[in-house]
């Protein structure tokens, strides 16, 4: 069983409800730890510190399908915490894990952390073998961040291609809507902001042309959008570029932290 685990602040794309993973596990029987027992309740009740010390207990009490499962419940749990680089140490190991119950989830959360470090690279790789291993709207959001992935590297017919796979497969209208308009996109631009109210936007604008068209990015224009919830929103947004590493210099020329790149429709 799948599910998101609201009390995270991880972006997790597919949070498991790991006291159905014993159950899930065929041919195994079920935990021989008591600490592993544990471990699964305390995740499923939001206790990640708690759950990451069980598991680890669990990891060195434990062999087999057993060390698998409390190394996977170790790994999610280093993750909720932001201890990305324990996570990765913890989750690595069960990339080819032959159950889909963990290595679906554990090739997502590998993905998405090699995806907020810029390791492009091994992000398409887990994400990618994540997307063989999931099921539904977990399936779907796995292909959209790996086309997130294939746009950074500039590879545009494999994001449109895992764009697609993501709106046929997706059951959240919200996902389907940010896959949609992602397949609407050509390219990367900067946002220098987006705003409920017009005059606010074109206030941003009119405030930054001279520094932007200063350093030859561009001026800075409004464009109205429609937000998930069908509200409109003015986003402030200046140049248009191929690549999203070519964005990122120009981000950087900019010198402003708080500015975005983000991808620009077709008839922009």
Not at 39 to 59: C, F, G, I, P, S
Not at 108 to 121: F, W
Request: aromatic share 6%; proline share 4%; net charge positive.
């Amino acid at each position: 069983m799948v599910r998101r685990l609201k009390a995270s602040r991880r972006p997790a794309l597919a949070a498991v409800a790991l006291l159905a993973l014993a159950a899930a596990l065929p041919g195994c029987a079920p935990p021989q730890s008591k600490s592993l027992d544990e471990a699964l309740v305390e995740y499923d009740n939001h206790q990640y510190n708690t759950a990451l010390v069980k598991a680890k207990t669990a990891m060195r009490n434990t062999s087999g399908a057993d060390e698998d499962r409390a190394r996977f419940v170790a790994g999610m749990s280093a993750y909720r915490l932001d201890k990305t680089a324990e996570a990765l140490s913890l989750l690595n190991p069960l990339k080819f894990n032959g159950n889909d119950e963990i290595g679906g989830p554990t090739n997502a959360t590998l993905g998405l952390i090699y995806k907020e470090r810029g390791e492009n690279i091994l992000a398409e790789s887990c994400l990618l073998r994540a997307t063989t291993k999931l099921n539904g709207n977990d399936a779907a959001q796995a292909h959209y961040h790996l086309a997130s992935v294939y746009q950074k590297l500039g590879r545009w017919e494999d994001a449109q291609k895992h764009l697609q796979l993501c709106t046929t497969m997706a059951t959240s209208p919200s996902l389907r809507l940010a896959a949609q308009q992602q397949l609407d996109s050509s390219g990367f631009t900067l946002q220098l902001g987006a705003y409920s109210n017009e005059t606010n936007a074109n206030d941003r604008a009119r405030d930054l042309r001279e520094k932007c068209e200063r350093l030859g990015i561009g001026t800075p224009r409004v464009m109205p959008s429609k937000a998930p919830n069908g509200a409109t929103l003015y986003l402030v947004q200046v140049g248009k570029y191929v690549s999203f590493n070519i964005a990122m210099t120009a981000r950087t020329r900019l010198g402003d932290k708080d500015v975005a790149v983000t991808t620009i429709k077709t008839d922009n």
